[in-house]
């Protein structure tokens, strides 16, 4: 068992980097091939394989970047980040980082922002079930509850700060439409599962503020200290209340305590 777990193991390393070469002298050739060839269509397929996932995890991506800078990428990937997941829903996660620190993507700030798009939208698709709040329940809080009340939202609520109009070329990608040019356009969005299916906005300023909190801190209460930043003090109560029954609406809250 040590000699197969060893020849195993040789063999994975041979996958994963090239490393392990002494392996081939274990093959056997044939009359069609020779055992290097052989051992080739092993690793060829391995990695078309990868390709193939991040193909499908990035297509947006792809089709921005064209087949031949997109073919590059996926290699510089799959050398710098090999695969160390059973599962290949998980193989692509560090593509963000990579394009942020690889010429010539990190010059190009949009297409960081819109591989963050497209991890967004595949981790909103995959986050867990919860059981979502419902309005009659924020009808039956006493008034004394409100003053300490917490929220949990669903594992899918994800705010995604843009520096660029990427969300546009995303969404003209898309439609297969022709992208419009990268412009300077600040904007947070929000990403989140409803009723199976990803949604997306655009986050006013005082939103923004009253969710930012809301998910770091759960605490209703500190919701309506930083609208106080946005509105006034008559206005920040009804205000904070029309945010959480949006939110409840949209299906993002799964816990009020």
């Known amino acids: 068992m040590n000699t197969l777990r060893k020849l195993q193991h040789e063999f994975q390393n041979y996958l994963l980097d090239d490393s392990e070469q ?4 274990r093959v056997k050739s044939t009359s069609q091939r020779s055992a290097e060839q052989r ?7 391995y990695t078309l394989r990868l390709k193939e ?7 947006r991506l792809h089709s921005y970047l064209g087949d031949e800078l997109f073919d590059n990428l996926m290699l510089q990937y799959i050398k710098y980040h090999p695969s160390q997941h059973p599962s290949l829903r998980y193989f692509g996660q ?3 980082q990579l394009v942020k620190q690889l010429e010539p993507f990190k010059a190009l700030g949009e297409v960081a922002e819109i591989a963050a798009i497209e ?5 909103s698709f995959d986050a867990t079930d919860c059981h979502c709040v419902t309005q009659q329940q924020l009808v039956q809080i006493p008034p004394e509850a409100w003053a ?4 949990k939202f669903h594992d899918s609520v994800q705010l995604l700060p843009q520096r660029y109009n990427s969300f546009q070329i995303w969404q003209a990608l898309d439609k297969t439409q022709a992208p419009p040019q990268k412009t300077p356009d600040k904007c947070t969005w929000l990403i989140w599962r409803r009723n199976l299916v990803s949604h997306y906005r655009a986050l006013e300023e005082a939103e923004l503020s009253a969710l930012l909190t809301a998910t770091t801190t759960g605490s209703f209460a500190r919701v309506c200290e930083v609208l106080l930043e946005h509105y006034s003090e008559e206005e920040t109560p009804m205000r904070a209340v029309s945010y959480l029954q949006q939110w409840i609406y949209e299906q993002m809250v799964c816990e009020i305590d």
């Open 22 to 25: 002494h392996i081939i002298r």
């Open 39 to 45: 051992m080739l269509i092993y690793g060829n397929a």
């Open 53 to 59: 996932a991040l193909s499908s995890d990035y297509e």
């Open 94 to 96: 560090y593509m963000v």
């Open 119 to 123: 991890q967004a939208f595949a981790h």
């Open 148 to 151: 300490t009340l917490t929220l």
